[in-house]
């Protein structure tokens, strides 16, 4: 989801004396609580004195920019205010010796110009190679609603006759067809599956994405889903679909209920990973899982008070301007409690940071969303999984949460399950955590897999 714990996504417009000595690129790696991340910091010349970006390769992270930087006397120094983050270091010897703060924790980080060496991605086995045996075309659909042309990709059993047919709806953020992170093309392998065994699959890139039209940054969850309807009623139209259903990974695990509770005509569901509670309730969770995760101990994982705070404003039935000036009361308040509260950064930056992320349409209804008052009105067959070690949408709560919503539906035609020892993507893994994606050599549990597709042919 959007709010993964990741420690270092942002980059630095970089404010202060120009040094040739500190120009170029620097390599370190910080041990995030048992957890090793590979950074490069890049520094450059510009008009205001240093451009400074920042690059956390493990976690898919490039490019980002920055609020403030210096450097002086031997001093290099940043603040990123939006994660409550600072580094403040000393150059010697050509290296720079620091220390990397972020909301409580810290670490030492360590930069030198050599580049670190970071373990390669393993190959993704399951990952399909031409030619395929099954008819693939590219296809584009109308969002009319929106104004929009979304494209994507068809996949047909090269066989004659009729077929399921399903509509691949991703997770949050901006997602190509193949919803492609670190490494990994989930809804390729996942196609590819259901193709070459009697189903006709539509995955398609999410607007303003690839090669779909559209804003993505100020659309919803909702929009979204309209976006998924254009699809199913483009599938809906195809002679050789005899059903069409969603299946919906993550946020798309949202979409999916939604979309259904709009176009009654929707055959099937099934939710991948996806959340029976609300969004407010699910971030908490999520943050305390990562940690988790990543080794610290459940003492410690406490979600901060300020941030409990943030999400209340959210749901507080005010309008923007009203919440804008409470965030600049709550950021004073923690300031006057605690000088160094912003780990280097103002309280200006501070309130830039967090309206950008907090006060976006997307992240304002999410928080807000309760998935459960769409499950409640769906009565046609619905399949949820999960898996155990999820930190992102924790199983036991969520499954749960959406075996009681489709109960009080009166629905007789759901099932869920929950498999051991698999993440997120749902992939074999350790621990769940996040860090762990990209060095896994599975990009789809087979036995999932599998299971989607008994469970499709049995309608």
């Known amino acids: 989801m959007k709010n993964l714990v990741i420690f270092l996504v942002l980059g630095l417009l970089a404010v202060g004396l120009v040094a040739s000595d500190i120009e170029g690129q620097w390599y370190g790696v910080l041990d995030a609580m048992g957890?090793?991340?590979?950074?490069?910091?890049?520094?450059?010349?510009?008009?205001?004195?240093?451009?400074?970006?920042?690059?956390?390769?493990?976690?898919?992270?490039?490019?980002?920019?920055?609020?403030?930087?210096?450097?002086?006397?031997?001093?290099?120094?940043?603040?990123?205010?939006?994660?409550?983050?600072?580094?403040?270091?000393?150059?010697k010897d050509g290296v720079i010796e620091g220390i990397f703060i972020q909301s409580g924790f810290e670490a030492p980080l360590q930069l030198s110009r050599e580049e670190v060496e970071r373990k390669p991605y393993p190959e993704k086995y399951q990952e399909p190679k031409e030619p395929y045996p099954y008819l693939q075309e590219e296809v584009s659909f109308v969002n009319e609603k929106a104004g929009i042309t979304l494209r994507g990709t068809l996949t047909i059993p090269q066989v004659k006759g009729k077929f399921p047919a399903v509509v691949l709806v991703s997770g949050s953020g901006p997602q190509d067809r193949n919803e492609e992170l670190l490494g990994h093309k989930p809804f390729l392998v996942l196609s590819d599956y259901l193709t070459r065994h009697g189903i006709m699959v539509l995955r398609y890139d999410d607007r303003g994405t690839a090669e779909s039209e559209g804003d993505h940054s100020t659309a919803t969850t909702h929009d979204f889903a309209d976006d998924a309807l254009a699809a199913v009623a483009f599938l809906k139209k195809h002679p050789q679909a005899s059903m069409v259903g969603i299946i919906g990974h993550s946020e798309g695990g949202i979409i999916a209920p939604i979309a259904a509770t709009k176009d009654k005509d929707i055959d099937f569901l099934v939710l991948l990973a996806g959340s029976g509670v609300r969004g407010r309730e699910l971030l908490i969770q999520q943050e305390a899982d990562i940690k988790r995760s990543m080794g610290v101990s459940d003492e410690e994982?406490?979600?901060?008070?300020?941030?409990?705070?943030?999400?209340?404003?959210?749901?507080?039935?005010?309008?923007?301007?009203?919440?804008?000036?409470?965030?600049?009361?709550?950021?004073?308040?923690?300031?006057?409690?605690?000088?160094?509260?912003?780990?280097?950064?103002?309280?200006?930056?501070?309130?830039?940071?967090?309206?950008?992320?907090?006060?976006?349409?997307?992240?304002?209804?999410?928080?807000?969303?309760?998935?459960?008052?769409?499950?409640?009105?769906?009565?046609?067959?619905?399949?949820a999984v999960n898996g155990s070690s999820d930190t992102q949408v924790a199983a036991s709560v969520n499954l749960k949460a959406i075996s009681d919503a489709l109960t009080k539906a009166g629905n007789k035609q759901f099932k869920t399950k929950e498999y051991p020892k698999l993440n997120h993507l749902f992939q074999t893994c350790e621990t769940g955590s996040p860090n762990e994606y990209a060095q896994i050599a599975e990009t789809f549990n087979e036995e999932v897999m599998s299971d989607i597709v008994k469970w499709i042919m049995e309608r």
């Open 35 to 91: 957890t090793q991340l590979t950074l490069v910091v890049h520094v450059n010349k510009s008009d205001t004195g240093l451009s400074v970006s920042l690059d956390s390769p493990d976690q898919g992270a490039f490019d980002i920019a920055a609020d403030n930087a210096s450097f002086s006397d031997g001093t290099f120094e940043f603040s990123i205010g939006s994660i409550m983050a600072s580094y403040k270091g000393t150059l």
């Open 301 to 383: 994982v406490v979600t901060a008070e300020f941030d409990l705070k943030l999400y209340n404003l959210v749901l507080e039935d005010t309008d923007l301007e009203t919440k804008q000036k409470r965030l600049e009361e709550l950021i004073a308040e923690e300031f006057k409690k605690d000088p160094k509260f912003g780990s280097g950064a103002t309280a200006e930056q501070l309130k830039a940071g967090i309206e950008a992320q907090l006060f976006s349409p997307w992240m304002q209804n999410f928080i807000r969303m309760d998935p459960s008052e769409y499950l409640q009105q769906l009565t046609i067959p619905v399949f």
